[in-house]
């Protein structure tokens, strides 16, 4: 067991943990004012929601050996997951070390998802829905890339840091739910324009502070391939933010805010599967590059295929990841981490096809089961809130409280 | 010449501007106000502690209008704000002494429309 290598990764969970309260805020700032609350309650809930599954059941569905579906019950309530090493995941921290690094990538997966439909679902189908598509979408798929046996694993498909597992399958998610449950009301004659734009800069800010912790601490030591995930995850970030806002600059006359935020967050999200296995310059192009997908995505394709994907989850999480993903088949590079894969551009075409067909798998799977959950749940307790409320507003009419008064 | 001052719910805004736009109303004034009528209502709770008596959200309109504009004016924002249900809000109807445009300092009914 190794000091450095538990501290860091306990920290990089903290951090990892502060991504969610700085998505809340993120997508908080996004929404109209009778909002904000109903964003920041979905976002906290599933700190404490997810916190409980996770150490119930979730991490044994997850993470348990085993080539099947998912990992199976052997670890339900932790049992057998102690404070010794479990070598096949990580040979120098405590598994319980590991165990709680991963439960911030369970939560703050489902969380991106809020991003589609705000601002327009019932608390009750939320909570439901979430807790279905933990258990039946995210923890299999967590199982499939990362989990002993798991066969996208075994396939030899390259994800550091959750680019498949995290983004791909919330963003396809996301889609479906923005498909289902329909547009909000009057959307044509009222443009709903952010409330908040420091709120939206202040949870980027946490988001790309906390990334550092996703990225990196997912070497699961304080060594070399940590701080390669550590610059390439800056790099990107820096990289996309200035494209986005450059793109704007040509599109739009000008550069906004909004615009520099969102390119940041698309970097974030390309450079995750990538994050251990490229270097510096390919990072650079990574970043650069998912602003035009994801810029394209967000103005171009949204409108065309008009649904209402309220704060741009699958514009962003599910465009920048499949990009991350592809990309990682193009620069993976084993001269960066031995236990990885070349790509492409480094004389190896096979990994780009086995990229391909990982991000093909998990946006196919996603896909079905979140339509499939969202079905029985809007059958059962319906889904989507009254008109009435929806123009209320979900802070009143779902949690019974406001974010700000306007007298005192 | 009257000023008419509406008190609607919030979320009936845009249907009332809407109908407004119908009858060629197209200056309003909106303003975030609080108030109650006789419903007192209130939903919000507070860790547990209900509130009551609370002062609840309304939009304001000041419309200034010409006489024949009046009766169309009242008819649509009756038409964009009625639910049937208590808190839908009141109008009021005052007589406007005089109006005058900065711009071109006009006066009277020509410089309302």
Same mark, same amino acid.
């Given at each position: ?17 502060l991504?969610?309260?700085?998505l ?8 109209r004012?009778?909002?904000?609350l ?8 599933l ?6 599954q996770?150490?119930l ?15 199976g019950?052997?670890?339900?309530g ?71 046996? +798991?066969?996208?694993?075994? /396939?030899? $498909?390259?994800?550091? %840091?959750? =680019?498949? #597992?995290?983004?791909i399958? !919330?963003? *396809? ?7 289902v ?6 959307l ?8 908040n ?6 949870g ?25 995930a ?20 040509l ?11 969102? +390119?940041?967050v698309?970097? /974030?999200? $390309?450079?995750?599967? %990538?994050? =251990?296995? #490229?270097?510096?310059?390919p !990072?650079? *192009? ?19 295929l ?6 741009d ?44 067909k ?51 | ?9 919030p ?28 419903q ?21 309109l ?21 639910t ?5 809000g ?24």
């Amino acid at each position: 067991m190794n000091a450095g290598d538990t501290a860091f990764v306990l920290i990089g969970a903290a951090m990892v943990l502060l991504m969610t309260p700085g998505l809340a805020f993120f997508y908080g700032g996004m929404v109209r004012k009778k909002n904000i609350l109903s964003v920041l309650m979905q976002c906290f809930i599933l700190m404490c929601l997810v916190s409980v599954q996770w150490v119930l059941f979730g991490y044994s569905l997850s993470f348990a050996p085993g080539e099947g579906f998912w990992g199976g019950f052997r670890w339900l309530g932790l049992n057998g997951v102690g404070l010794e090493p479990y070598a096949d995941y990580a040979a120098t921290i405590p598994h319980q070390a590991f165990m709680i690094f991963q439960a911030m990538f369970a939560i703050i997966t489902p969380a991106l998802i809020i991003g589609a439909f705000a601002e327009r679902m019932k608390f009750s189908a939320f909570l439901t829905i979430i807790v279905l598509w933990i258990t039946f979408v995210y923890d299999p798929v967590c199982h499939w890339v990362w989990g002993l046996g +798991g066969f996208l694993r075994n /396939l030899g $498909a390259l994800d550091f %840091a959750g =680019g498949t #597992v995290v983004h791909i399958n !919330a963003g *396809i998610a996301a889609l479906i739910t923005a498909l289902v449950i329909g547009k909000r009301k009057n959307l044509k004659k009222n443009i709903p324009t952010p409330h908040n734009m420091p709120f939206v800069v202040l949870g980027t800010g946490l988001l790309w502070f906390g990334w550092f912790g996703f990225n990196s601490a997912s070497a699961l030591a304080a060594n070399g391939l940590a701080v390669n995930a550590f610059v390439v995850t800056n790099t990107a970030a820096a990289a996309a933010g200035l494209s986005w806002a450059i793109i704007e600059w040509l599109k739009n006359g000008k550069p906004t805010i909004f615009g520099v935020c969102s +390119g940041a967050v698309a970097g /974030l999200v $390309a450079i995750t599967p %990538a994050a =251990g296995f #490229v270097s510096v310059i390919p !990072a650079i *192009i990574i970043g650069s590059m998912v602003s035009v997908f994801c810029f394209f995505a967000v103005t171009a394709l949204k409108p065309r295929l008009n649904y209402d994907d309220s704060l741009d989850a699958f514009g962003v999480h599910c465009v920048g990841g499949i990009w991350g993903a592809l990309a990682t088949g193009l620069f993976a590079s084993k001269a960066v981490n031995q236990a990885g894969a070349d790509g492409l551009f480094f004389g190896n075409p096979g990994l780009l096809f086995i990229q391909a067909k990982a991000v093909a798998i998990t946006l196919i799977y996603s896909a079905v089961v979140t339509f499939v959950i969202y079905k029985v749940v809007d059958l059962v307790i319906g889904v989507r809130v009254k008109e009435k409320e929806e123009l209320v507003g979900l802070d009143i009419t779902q949690h019974h409280e406001r974010a700000y008064s306007v007298l005192e | 010449m009257k000023l008419i001052i509406a008190i609607i719910q919030p979320e009936k805004l845009e249907e009332v501007k809407e109908e407004l736009y119908k009858q060629e109303v197209n200056l309003i004034t909106v303003s975030e106000v609080l108030g109650h009528g006789r419903q007192k209502g209130t939903t919000e709770v507070y860790r547990g502690a209900k509130e009551t008596g609370n002062l609840l959200k309304k939009v304001r309109l000041e419309i200034a209008v010409n006489e024949n504009f009046v009766e169309p004016t009242i008819k649509a924002i009756i038409k964009g704000a009625k639910t049937g249900e208590t808190g839908d809000g009141k109008i009021f109807v005052l007589d406007l002494k005089e109006c005058i445009r900065i711009r071109t300092e006009e006066r009277g009914g020509i410089a309302i429309g």
